[in-house]
């Protein structure tokens, strides 16, 4: 059994243009990233820079140009079934309500349905919405949705959890409720997790380690950081805590410039 839940090996993913498909296009260039068992990880980098396009490998959703990708020492080969997958935008079927969207992963794995919804009742309770399970999305609050779309992933009990921007929609003091929220039930399963975030303060608060990519294209790790801040985590109070600024000021010394170059390249492609 490999110490490392997920390995991104010499990742080079290469795309036809838009515009004209003679044209290719480097998203992400030989690039290593490795997710140890039961860490958490955060990938920082500027709008644009391939983040997503590297959880999507790490997934099994897109196949890179070049490279090796390894879920506990084993070659990856299609859909990464060790891994569930938190997108930015929840996944959530609006015709289903809340403790349905949650049992429809185990439905999906042969689970029988009065054993999935037990299982689907128990994870809505564990993320604080017991009494909730039979309203649709559309009744339901943004952290609300979250929460759901949190215990959808969960409920399949992965042994890595991807997780892209969850919680940039979402206002400052519901967001800081999540992210207690997955820190809490992170230190319970110790699962390994690889999370995209554009905030480097949620980055630090939460991670054990942040990644630290350039802007694109050929987006590639310039910078990595332990995060020895102790556990368990507050993420608001923490980032009281003098080693916080430290950490904050040494990863934005390296990640500035590379966020200049992301904003000069949004306006271009915007003239």
Do not use: C
């Given at each position: 059994m490999s110490d490392h839940a997920l390995e991104l090996l010499d990742i080079t993913c290469t795309f036809r243009a838009k515009d004209d498909a003679r044209q290719r296009y480097t998203a992400v260039a030989d690039t290593t990233l490795r997710v140890g068992a039961g860490e958490f990880v955060s990938v920082v980098g500027p709008t644009g820079c391939g983040k997503s396009?590297?959880?999507?490998?790490?997934?099994?959703?897109l196949a890179p140009s070049s490279g090796t990708v390894r879920v506990f020492g084993q070659p990856?080969?299609?859909?990464?079934?060790?891994?569930?997958?938190?997108?930015?935008?929840?996944?959530?079927?609006?015709?289903?309500?809340?403790?349905?969207?949650?049992?429809?992963?185990?439905?999906?794995?042969?689970?029988?349905?009065?054993?999935?919804?037990?299982?689907a009742e128990q994870w809505l309770a564990r993320v604080g919405l017991s009494g909730f399970g039979d309203r649709y999305p559309h009744q339901l609050s943004g952290g609300m949705r979250k929460r759901t779309a949190l215990a959808q992933t969960l409920a399949l009990d992965p042994d890595i959890i991807l997780m892209d921007e969850p919680f940039s929609a979402l206002d400052i003091q519901?967001?800081?409720?999540?992210?207690?929220?997955?820190?809490?039930?992170?230190?319970?399963?110790?699962?390994?997790?690889?999370?995209?975030?554009?905030?480097?303060?949620?980055?630090?608060?939460?991670?054990?380690?942040?990644?630290?990519?350039?802007?694109?294209?050929?987006?590639?790790?310039?910078?990595?950081?332990?995060?020895?801040?102790?556990?368990?985590?507050?993420?608001?109070?923490?980032?009281?805590?003098?080693?916080?600024?430290?950490l904050h000021t040494q990863i934005w010394d390296v990640l500035r410039e590379e966020v200049l170059k992301g904003y000069a390249q949004q306006l271009k492609k915007a003239a």
């Open positions: 396009t590297l959880l999507n490998v790490a997934a099994g959703l990856l080969a299609g859909i990464n079934a060790r891994a569930g997958y938190m997108f930015q935008t929840e996944a959530l079927m609006p015709w289903r309500s809340a403790v349905d969207n949650v049992m429809v992963g185990l439905q999906y794995r042969g689970v029988p349905e009065r054993e999935a919804r037990a299982q519901t967001r800081q409720l999540m992210e207690n929220e997955v820190l809490a039930l992170w230190a319970a399963r110790r699962k390994a997790v690889l999370f995209i975030t554009h905030d480097l303060d949620e980055a630090i608060a939460m991670s054990d380690r942040v990644v630290v990519l350039s802007a694109g294209p050929a987006t590639h790790p310039i910078g990595e950081f332990v995060i020895d801040l102790p556990r368990p985590r507050d993420v608001a109070e923490v980032r009281m805590q003098p080693r916080f600024v430290e």
